[in-house]
C-alpha cells in the first residue's frame, strides 16, 4: 500500500507566502516524478509544477517566478514554495507522485487528497 499525504494549506493574504508538502509512504521501491495540480472552483485541474526523480523540473506559465518545487529523495517528499500569492492561486492543491512498489512493475499514478488554498484580503 501507498499514500501520498499533503499539508500546508490554508488562508493567506495576497502577496504572502505558504509552502505545501507531500509525503508518500508506504510499500515504495521507487518514485519517478512528483508534481502538484491545482483545481479551482469551476475549472479543470491543471499542472503547477513537476520534478523528476533527476530533478527537472517544470511550472506552469502562471507561477513561474513565484512557485518553487523540490524534493527531498530522502524523506520522499515534494514541496511547493508559494510566494507572491495573488487570488487566483485560490484552489485545492494535489499532490501527484509515480510510484513503483516493485522492481519488477512501472510506476502508478498516485494522487493525494488535495489540500485547499485560499488568498483572500
Known sequence: QVQVV???GGLVQPGGSLTLSCAASGSIFR???MAWYRQ???KQRELVA???SSARTNYADSVKGRFTISRDYAKNT???QMNSL???DT???YCHASISSDWRYA???YWGQGTQVTVSS
Do not use: F, N, Q, R
Open 6 to 8: 499533503e499539508s500546508g
Open 31 to 33: 518514485i519517478y516524478d
Open 40 to 42: 479551482a472552483p469551476g
Open 50 to 52: 513537476a520534478i523528476t
Open 78 to 80: 515534494v514541496y511547493l
Open 86 to 88: 495573488k487570488l487566483e
Open 91 to 93: 484552489a485545492d492543491y
Open 107 to 109: 510506476g502508478e499514478d
